[in-house]
């Protein structure tokens, strides 16, 4: 992990919800480029991804900094959150992590081991690879509505990891052999269980 004196914080970890190459966006939302890095609860890099979320929030509130950051702990829409509070069968892999959700409206620099820009397409990071990424945090009011935002700045593909989320797709050990007799051209058949 890398720090520097204006803030920026690069973080190592596993890549989840990938959208780097088209911004996407929720209903009424503005699409926005985003990843989500799992990082695990024993790493080392927990205390200091704390300490940048305290610096940003006691610079934007410093009168209120101890009860804003209390109430970002538990707001939903938090940057940084525990992954045991997901339900674990549609998020096995969020286990034991704690969760750091990265957005940009611009589309960030993305490159690979040598540093070198890599677009989209067959090489590009997927949800279960390792990567780092720069982040900025930044703080955010509306009204009564506070929140701090990790500033998605840039992201390097570090490894291959297994694949997350997803269905199964069928393979061709799924399906078996029809057999039809010769001259015959009916191919709606009867349909059976599986």
Known sequence: MTNDTNGVLRVQGRLSY???YKPTGYLA???RYSATILIPKDDAQINTIWEYIKAAVEKQWPKEA?????NLRRE?????QDGDLKDPTRYPEYQGMMALKCINRTQPRIVDQNADPLPDGPEAPYAGCYVRVNVMFNGFQKDNN???FANLMGLQFVADGPRLGG???SGPE??????QPKGEGD???EFEEI
């Not at 101890?66 to 209390?70: A, C, G, H, S």
């Not at 939903?76 to 940084?80: C, L, P, S, V």
């Not at 799924?174 to 057999?179: A, L, N, S, T, V």
């Open 18 to 20: 990938p959208s780097l």
């Open 29 to 31: 939302q503005t699409p």
């Open 66 to 70: 101890k009860r804003i950051l209390e």
């Open 76 to 80: 939903k829409g938090f940057a940084f």
């Open 146 to 148: 506070i929140n701090l």
């Open 167 to 169: 269905t199964k797709v």
């Open 174 to 179: 799924d399906f078996e052999k029809i057999e």
């Open 187 to 189: 191919t709606h058949g």
